[in-house]
């Protein structure tokens, strides 16, 4: 209960992450610290792989990326999973942090990384032939190193 019941703690880094063969799909919201809406009539595989709706005033300013995860060093860590095709299963083998993600659901999970790096994120359920390749990286900065890295996504109109 303490790790999936507790409430998150104010400071979390929010992140989203949509799992689908054979990639991680991760959002952050923008400034406005708020997800903007997903439609998926919006999905386009190559530039808008969740359906974000840009149209959206809470979605114009969220980033999206994909395979890579940046979060700062000893500050909690939201994750909000969902998945898009199947079932998947996050995994930070180096954090053991892991959790499924399952269509129509959206479990979140919470912990706080204590080393600065860059760790594997795998997908631990066998999700179709491509499995082997659905990897991405978690990479770990100093806090000043994040919010620079955080603003650059923004600019750049990740």
Known sequence: NEYFGASPPADAVLVEVTGQQFMWNVRYPGEDGTFGRTDPRLIDEASNPIGIDRNDPAAADDVALQNEIAVPVNRPVRLRLRSKDMIHSFFLPHLRVKQDAVPG?????????????TFEIACTEICGLGHYRMQGFLHVLSENEFRRWLQQQRSSGS
């Open 105 to 117: 659901m959206t479990p979140e999970i919470v912990f706080v990384p204590t080393r600065q790096g």
